[in-house]
């Protein structure tokens, strides 16, 4: 783990948490939704696709009963809240916990150590997502749900050059992809997020997006055990992270 106090970890850790807001803008401005970027929360007024919050909070001291008034007064029920440091106080029945999770790590140095090796055969091909049905397709392996009318990740995400959807698959001619993940750059660092498939095609993943990015750190977030996954290439913990529904 980074050890806290330091300025490592202080930079790290406000890196990961403002780069998992301006993914959430993304998505959010994707669907037509305005959001507000303010000193201490990411917020959106209005209602947000699937597993995306309405508020994330940027600081780990945050008063944040005001913002939380204002939400419920204008949102229906049902909206997610993004603890990002695990320190509001969140009680009674208009709250759910819905889980915990472990903001990561990976520093620019050990990701050139450990990516720069040549490919092996045998080894599911890495590629990026290019157009709208390849887009489509991620979705769906991502989710295992029928595809649909109702997507989250809309073409305008795959148009935006801070953005790619990468993924894994056994041959350049195969659409059963086996695993993928969502990379956003901001500032110094690149935010992968939305893993899925096999720890094999994860990894490779993860490296592709270091070599897209050599000379930015690599952040995220996941349950204990994607870290446990993450570790054995180099991703340490930063902190831990609680999300919540207003019911």
């Avoid at 990026?128 to 995400?157: Q, Y």
């Avoid at 956003?184 to 990015?213: D, M, P, Q």
């Avoid at 000379?215 to 446990?228: F, I, N, P, R």
Wanted: hydrophobic share 40%.
């Amino acid at each position: 783990m980074v050890e806290h106090g330091t300025a490592t970890y202080k930079s790290a850790i406000a890196s990961a948490v403002r780069n998992n807001a301006a993914w959430c803008s993304a998505v959010a401005a994707s669907h037509g939704l305005e959001s507000e970027l303010c000193s201490d929360v990411w917020l959106c007024r209005y209602p947000m696709p699937p597993f995306y919050p309405n508020l994330i909070t940027l600081q780990p001291v945050v008063d944040a009963d005001c913002w939380l008034d204002q939400l419920s007064s204008d949102l229906p029920g049902g909206w997610g809240i993004k603890d990002s440091f695990s320190t509001l106080s969140l009680c009674g029945d208009s709250y759910v916990q819905l889980f915990d999770a472990h903001w990561y790590y990976r520093s620019a140095i050990t990701a050139a150590l450990i990516t720069d090796q040549a490919p092996q055969q045998g080894l599911p091909f890495v590629a990026e997502v290019k157009s709208d049905s390849e887009l489509e397709l991620w979705e769906f392996a991502w989710s295992g749900e029928p595809r649909s009318d109702h997507r989250i990740f809309l073409p305008a995400l795959s148009g935006n050059s801070a953005i790619r959807f990468i993924y894994a698959a056994d041959s350049t001619h195969d659409s059963q992809w086996e695993a993928g993940l969502i990379v956003n750059t901001s500032g110094s660092v690149a935010g992968i997020s939305n893993l899925f498939g096999t720890t094999e095609g994860i990894k490779l993943c993860v490296a592709y997006a270091a070599n897209l990015y050599p000379h930015k750190d690599l952040v995220g977030y996941g349950s204990a055990e994607e870290l446990t996954m993450l570790s054995g290439i180099g991703f340490v913990r930063l902190a831990d992270l609680q999300v919540w529904l207003h019911r």
